[in-house]
Structures are given as C-alpha cells and as structure tokens.
C-alpha cells in the first residue's frame, strides 16, 4: 500500500527563482532563507519518497478570472512550465503519476469534492520554485500530482474546507495499492500583501502563530474565516490555505523535524516547515 512519510511547507515567491538563476544562494540576503532547506535535502535523501502531491495555487498561468476552478487536480503525464514573466528561468518539465491521480480524483469526487480535472496542466513558480528548492540544480526525479486551490478570486474555498480536502486526499493515498512512499507539499505564503494600502504587510507574531498550531492543532486554525486571514496574514498570505491542504493529508499526530523563518524575501514572510508523519 501506498505510505505518506511527511510534508514540507514552503514559500514560493518568484523572486527566489531569479536568486537561483544569479547563484544568489549564498548572499547574506538570501542565505538565511536557502540555509533552511538543508535538512529537507538531508530528509529527502534519507526517505527517497517516490512521489509527491503538491497543493499550491495558480497565479494565471494556467487559470484566469474568467475560468477558476477552486479545486483542481493534475491527470498529466507530464507538466510544464512557461514563461510566466517575472525574469525568471522556464523550468524543465515534471513527470506526472496519472494512476494515482486519477484514484486521488476517483476518492475526492466519492468524499462529495467538486473537483476540476485537467489532463493537461501547466505548473508556475508556486510548482518549479519549490520543486527547484528541494532538488537544486531541478535534479528532482520523482513525479508528481499537482492539486490547485484558488486563492486569487472571491469567493474562496474555507481553511476548514482546504483541510478537508487534504484529509480526503490523505485517505485516498492511504488506500492506493501500489507500494509508494508519498511526500506532501504545501506551498505559499507566509503574511504578505503585494499591493494597495497594506503593500509590504507581514505579520511575525501570527506567522509563527500559524506555523506552531499547524503542527499539532490544525482544526483550530480551520476556524479562522478568509477575510480574518486576509486581515492578519494580507492578501496573499492567504495561501496558508495550502499548507492547510498540506497537513490536511497526514496523521492527527506528527513530528515537527524542521522550521526556518525568515523576513523578508522580496516582501513576504519565508517559512519552511518539515512534519514527518507519526505512527
Ligand atoms: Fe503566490
């Protein structure tokens, strides 16, 4: 049977592919925050997962305002990357895994999820920068399974709603008969607003917040409304949802191995979270 190991959380803002690309790595502007992301090379090395199911959202690449599906799920064999316009570098394609896509799709539509499913998907930065993060250098070699969560149009799908979702996923990899170890990946955040009167917003105290009660009581951060998170996070440190989605799929218990937070990049609160899941 198929067997979830763990998750990493992390942002994904564009402005670290272009550090990447300048091998910026070791600036002292950008170390603290690449320095966080050498236990995760140490953990992925020691559980070589074999797949990964990547909650993150799209930022027009893929979907517009005229076309946005609140939840939607990857059948690809393959998915690409395009210039998205930010400067940074197009990523190489990632393999896709449809088998277990489709019976994460199967699972989701018989727990009553409305899901879209695209058997063509492209992937923008919120995919490639945290794949690239992991495996530097993009030398990943596992597939995966992108699920999409609108966090760009009103009206926008509930953290209790996300962390549903998440749980439905994580019992339907729980069931999935081909030996698999699965990794979970949930990316965005942390507070940030890019624009109007709050541009420039972080908010340390909730962050770390948000980054402990995560660890052992998510259902207490599901009770948070959108427009409460939007207020103490900003408008796009509403992609806490996705790390929602993330913790959503493991174990009512797990272990903390690894945090890093930082402040700023470009103007987002940075944070890496690692939960290993528990028996
Ligand atoms: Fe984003």
């Not at 990632?94 to 699972?107: E, K, Q, R, V």
């Not at 926008?156 to 439905?168: A, V």
């Not at 990946?185 to 009167?197: F, I, M, P």
Request: charged residues 20%.
């Amino acid at each position: 049977m198929a067997q979830i190991i763990g998750g990493v959380a992390t942002t994904h803002v564009p402005s670290i592919g272009k550090a990447i690309a300048e091998q910026k790595q070791n600036d002292p502007y950008w170390k603290p925050f690449f320095r966080g992301f050498d236990y995760v090379h140490y953990w992925l090395a020691r559980e070589k997962p074999d797949v990964a199911v990547v909650f993150s959202n799209d930022h027009g690449l893929n979907f517009f305002l005229d076309k946005m599906p609140t939840f939607a799920v990857g059948a690809a064999s393959e998915y690409r990357n395009q210039d998205e316009g930010w400067g940074i570098p197009v990523s190489r394609s990632i393999a896709g895994d449809p088998a277990l896509s489709w019976h994460i799709i199967n699972n989701l539509v018989a727990d009553e999820f409305d899901i879209t499913t695209c058997q063509e998907m492209l992937v923008d930065h919120a995919v490639t920068i945290p794949m690239t993060l992991m495996w530097p250098g993009e030398k990943w070699t596992i597939p995966i399974v992108p699920i999409s969560i609108n966090t760009v149009q009103h009206p926008l799908p509930s953290l209790k709603r996300c962390l549903n979702l998440g749980r439905s996923v994580g019992r339907a990899i729980s069931s999935y008969p081909q030996d698999l170890r699965v990794m979970i990946v949930g990316t965005g955040g942390l507070s940030h607003q890019l624009d109007g009167k709050r541009a420039g917003f972080i908010n340390k105290t909730f962050d770390l917040m948000c980054m402990d009660k995560i660890v052992d009581s998510p259902e207490e951060l599901a009770k948070i409304s959108t427009h409460d998170l939007i207020r103490e996070a900003g408008a796009q440190g509403l992609e806490f949802i996705l790390w929602l989605a993330m913790r959503g799929c493991l174990n009512g218990k797990v272990k903390r191995l690894h945090q890093n937070y930082h402040i700023p990049i470009s103007n987002t609160a940075a944070g890496t979270l690692l939960l290993e899941n528990a028996a």
